[in-house]
């Protein structure tokens, strides 16, 4: 079984900077994508970033340029390091990983439980 564990949200004033970790423990061999999304309070979950395991990126256009992602494949964790941070980023952000091989067979749509980033002064 593959389990995804958030850490590193937070409190945060607007201006500010936090980084988000996503471990994925298991037997697991390869994550073909990992990455973020958020949801804010009565929102629809949506795309933060995404990174393939080829090395692809893709941004939401509300974050790029503030957010960066990032993943160590030999570790298998992401990162999303989230700078100017704005009161409009508040939301639960939610680990995500697709097409996990694993020793008998592949995991779709694997989800973190989130991790509540809120940014107010």
């Known amino acids: 079984q593959v389990q995804l564990v958030e850490s590193g949200g937070g409190l945060v004033q607007p201006g500010g900077s936090l980084r988000l970790s996503c471990a994925a423990s298991?037997?697991?061999?390869?994550?073909?994508?990992m990455g973020w999304y958020r949801q804010a309070p009565g929102k629809q979950r949506e795309l933060v970033a995404t990174?393939?395991?080829?090395?692809?990126?893709n941004y939401a256009d509300s974050v790029k340029g503030r957010f960066t992602i990032s993943r160590d494949n030999a570790k298998n964790m992401v990162y999303l390091q989230m700078n100017s941070l704005k009161p409009e980023d508040t939301a639960v952000y939610y680990c995500?990983?697709?097409?996990?091989?694993?020793?008998?067979?592949?995991?779709?749509?694997?989800w973190g439980q989130g991790t509540q980033v809120t940014v107010s002064s």
């Open positions: 995500y990983a697709d097409n996990v091989l694993i020793s008998y067979g592949r995991l779709y749509d694997l």
């Open positions: 298991g037997w697991i061999f390869s994550i073909n994508v």
């Open positions: 990174f393939t395991i080829g090395g692809s990126t």
